[in-house]
């Protein structure tokens, strides 16, 4: 997981251990959330009847942000604004292009308090990258036009109950 940020196009985040989401495009300061999960130990064929994904809010907002199934294999150490990895710029900056993400979203999150919270995923998208490992680039989590930010813990974070889980 990491986050990716309009006002600082070549920084990574890969190891942050809090993550954003903030709108605000007018202003430059766009930010977006990049999430994958591993899936290697569950076996291709496997049925997946339901999936959510759950974040540890750390700083609220009552705006809502979607979740975009990504296109692109993103290199959590390499990946930022401009680029998906070293040298692989996004179609456009943000991940917001055709070839970056897909066009409409595949759940959405209002983070309006601390603590967990969760949104559902729909299960034929988690199937298909049980199935088909390489489809599997993760989520971002956007919106192009909230002016209120949302943080929520990382992978990288001590305790590994603060980690964004896929369920």
């Not at 040298?87 to 900056?93: C, F, K, N, S, V």
């Amino acid at each position: 997981d990491t986050q990716i940020m309009e006002g600082s196009p070549n920084t990574n985040y890969g190891g942050a251990t809090s993550l954003g989401m903030d709108g605000d495009t007018a202003s430059g300061r766009d930010k977006s959330a990049l999430l994958r999960w591993n899936l290697s130990g569950i076996g291709p064929g496997t049925k997946v009847s339901s999936a959510s994904v759950t974040l540890a809010v750390s700083n609220p907002s009552l705006d809502t942000y979607e979740a975009y199934a990504l296109r692109r294999a993103w290199v959590e150490s390499e990946v930022n604004w401009n680029s998906y990895a070293a040298g692989g710029p996004w179609e456009l900056a943000g991940a917001r292009g055709s070839l970056d993400r897909d066009a409409t979203a595949v759940g959405s999150v209002t983070p309006s308090s601390t603590g967990e919270q969760t949104f559902d995923l729909p299960a034929s998208l988690v199937q298909r990258w049980v199935d088909d490992p390489s489809s599997n680039s993760g989520l971002v989590l956007a919106d192009t036009i909230n002016t209120d930010g949302a943080d929520f813990y990382s992978r990288e974070v001590s305790d590994s109950s603060l980690h964004p889980r896929l369920t």
